[in-house]
């Protein structure tokens, strides 16, 4: 008989990923534009804060994002800090092209889960976005293998034109991502109508459907749920989620939608349950510095911000 | 061997206790006094949205709190309403005497877990708090049998005055208020210091030392993470939640302390995860006009009262 290994006297949970959107989905859903300057000294902060990953921008032709033209530019300074994955937003293959020419180790596409919210945001089918995501998983196959393709389905939990979104339409159309190349497809409640049963059952239902290629939950906070929707995928084996400093940032094209998750309070969660984020919140909360000096009079929000950290908090603290 | 039952097609998961705070906790918090009519009014709107425990003052010398100086009337009215179990707080047994009288069907009585925040609430130490609680539960024994007797054991997550608050010592006040004749042992995050695996890991030994009597989950909201602690205590068996309508009201003696569970964002998460409340929101919205009729001027919270319910909101909706 084999001896079993000992259990682990202090087993520790799961770490999380902390994926910052803000210098992307915030700052292109805000109308002034962030001089360059204020972006590269804002994603210094964020790195110093200890955020591995961050969405730096957009591919979008200046025209439409005027926020993004210099978003080349703010790439090339985030691959300057070493141990952080720099992604980007494309919408199709030629802003792919881009965004990998301009060096991002990651790029994301977002694939609209609610038929009429597909039109409205990218002015494409579903099936029509399925084949976006099959070439540039073919040109990334050929031109820069080690280049990550994520696809983020968006409007996954429920839609503002359209309603309900069928959890099969969702999970059908997960498949055919993955099968079209892409190497993860996270959901994303883009318009703040997802509740925790509803998350723990999709994601659950995604990962059966896409095993290790499931990924993201990007959470809004439009009705309060934010934080209980990502405790929800958590309980379910998400291990990567979406925030954005300050709460910045929504979808102009789902109208009434808000409030991405404040990176600030679902920092302070899971570290207050003892689940490391590799993120320092007092250097966290010094982010929100630079944020404010490159955006003078956006409002920024965050509940911890505001509280501060409890009386007694540290990292490791005993009654955690 | 015996047939063994089938199992149901579709599960329900458990319903769940909305208990209205704001009237008790809410109205003792603020500045102005709500004139005696609009409590009544308030009172009524909450009962018309499916409320059936509300907590609609505190039995306090009116020299301490003038807020509360017509609560016997307003107990009085709330009696009117059947189907309502109503409730009142009292410090001692003086004010336990006094609602009773009133008619009240429980009293709760606040027993503070930080030894610091007993001194500073209450001017008592736990031990004789616990005393109190004895004698209360006493005199209802032998005067008013049918009366139930609550404690909310606050600070039971955190202390803004002591920082952290020993779980064991948490176990053990619940415990000796217990054996001393409470009914319902509950626990609050007066300070908004919980975190969902806290919330889980002090609930589960409550009900384990406590069984039936481990009672509310009166969560704050303060660093914004009121609704995942509702949800992780949920998720171990806790079926009674305090909430306050539009967030109004935390505690004056714990500095900084602030943020009830919104009542309106609480019953959206339960409701859309399927779990039924009793409680119709519309006419939950509906009263916050009274609410705020009757205090001018007074800041009101709520997300989901902001952004509205989601397009396709529907009782019983499938997506659910």
């Known amino acids: 008989m084999n001896a079993l290994p000992a259990a682990p006297v202090h087993p520790q949970p799961d770490a999380v990923l902390i994926s910052e959107v ?10 002034a534009t962030m001089p360059t300057a204020h972006k590269l000294l804002w994603i210094d902060a964020l790195v110093a804060a200890g955020l591995r990953e961050i969405e730096v921008g957009s591919f979008v032709p200046a025209r439409l994002l005027p926020q993004m033209a210099d978003v080349a530019e703010v790439v090339r300074h985030a691959l300057t800090h070493s141990g952080v ?4 937003l494309a919408p199709n293959l030629r802003g792919a092209q881009a965004a990998i020419a301009a060096g991002v180790h990651k790029v994301t596409l977002p694939v609209s889960a609610s038929a009429a919210h597909s039109l409205a945001n990218v002015r494409k089918t579903r099936e029509a976005m399925v084949d976006e995501v099959r070439a540039v998983a073919q040109w990334r196959r050929d031109m820069a ?3 990550l393709v994520e696809v983020g389905l968006s409007t996954a939990f429920g839609c503002t034109l359209q309603g309900q979104v069928s959890e ?3 999970l059908w159309l997960a498949a055919q991502c993955a099968e079209a190349g892409a190497d993860e497809v996270g959901l994303s409640d883009t318009t703040g109508m997802a509740n925790p049963a509803q998350v723990r059952r999709l994601f659950t239902h995604l990962q059966a459907e896409l095993g290790t290629r499931a990924g993201a939950a990007h959470m809004h906070n439009t009705r309060g749920l934010g934080l209980a929707n990502c405790l929800a995928a958590y309980d379910v084996g998400v291990r990567t989620f979406d925030a954005s400093l300050g709460g910045l940032g929504g979808c102009p094209y789902a109208p009434g939608a808000s409030g991405n998750v404040v990176t600030e309070d679902l920092v302070f969660m899971f570290e207050a349950m003892g689940i490391a984020t590799g993120v320092n919140l007092d250097r966290l909360m010094a982010a ?13 929000y965050g509940m911890t911000p505001e509280a501060g950290l409890p009386k007694g908090w ?4 005993p009654s955690r």
Do not use: C, F, K, N
């Open 288 to 300: 929100r510095q630079p944020l404010q000096a490159g955006l003078p009079g956006e409002p920024i």
């Open 22 to 31: 803000g210098p992307r989905d915030g700052l292109q859903s805000v109308q």
């Open 314 to 317: 540290a990292h490791g603290a």
């Open 145 to 147: 293998p080690g280049v």
């Open 85 to 88: 994955t720099v992604m980007a």
């Open 168 to 170: 099969d339409e969702v």
